[in-house]
Every structure is written in structure tokens, then in C-alpha cells.
């Protein structure tokens, strides 16, 4: 049995074998699962998470999208979303990455802006999270390699300040801020 310390070292087949992957496609996943990235993001997640090969059997899967020119991009490791859970003050911070990324955000917020700092957490959590019977849960995951790290702080700022439609990048005034939540 691989402990979950070997992952760093681990080769692609030694996690194919050991793991039995749900299965490789290259088309969709359900969304039960939630894409980590590449296998070194998989080893750091399932490090942080202190995950064995009997806690993740059945729950790891993969995905190799299409690269450049139709050829086969690099692999793409996913994670059943039950393994999954909120970090800090941000239910949508999935990893330790993405719990100081939130935070930048908001740290960005309270600057930028001059809100308090709980304000932006609160800003934050209504846009990427939702209402829960237990609290707000995450409207998407933000853990491994995300999308959401295509952009900066500042950019998540001012889209989660004034909206994603404010255009607040185009010069001229400011546009107004969205409603305190």
C-alpha cells in the first residue's frame, strides 16, 4: 500500500495501479468531481489532506483534454468532491493554496476599498459560495490548479466588489459597488 508520504515520488503508473483510477476519458466529468490538475498537484492535495489508498479508492479520476492541434493535452487528475473540505473562513478554499488566495482577495478588498475586512470574506463567500442547510457551502471549489489563478487578487477584487458585469476596468468613473451581503 502507497501511504499517502510516497505521492510526491510517485510515478504516473504507480498511481494508476495503486489508486484504481475511476477511469481515464477525454471528454467530461460529472460534476462529483473536481479537477486538482496534474499529478504533482494530485500528490500535494492528497499530502495535505493526509489521504491513504484506502481513503481514496473509487474517488480519484482523469481527464486528458485536448491540446494543441487536436493532439492529447497533459493528463488532468480530478478528486470525487466528497473528499473535499472548506478551509479557514472561505467554504469554497478547498487547499491551503487556495485558503491564502481567498485571503489576498480580501486583504485586497479591505485596501482598495475601505471595507472591513470581514465585509470582504463576506463579499467573497456570497460569490463563490451558496447558501447550505449547515451554512454556505461552495458554488465551485478553488483547490490544485484552478482557473480561478488565472487571474490576480486585485482582478478578483474588483469583480467580486463591483460585479462581474460592472466593466469597472474600463475607464472613467467607478461604477457602483454591489450591496453589502
Known sequence: MLSSRAWPLAGGAACQAEFRLVGASSGDVPVAFVCVGYQS?????LVEYDLAEEDVRGLITTRTPPGPGGAPGPREYLVHASLLR????FPC?????ALSFCRQIADEMATLFGITHQEAVARINRHWSRPGPGG???RVWIVGLDIAYHETPDFWAHTIYYGHDSHWWVSGPAPAPLPPP
Do not use: S
Open 136 to 138: 454556505r457551502e461552495p
Open 93 to 97: 478554499a478547498g487547499d491551503a493554496g
Open 41 to 45: 498537484d494530485l500528490a500535494r492535495f
Open 86 to 89: 472548506p478551509h479557514g473562513e
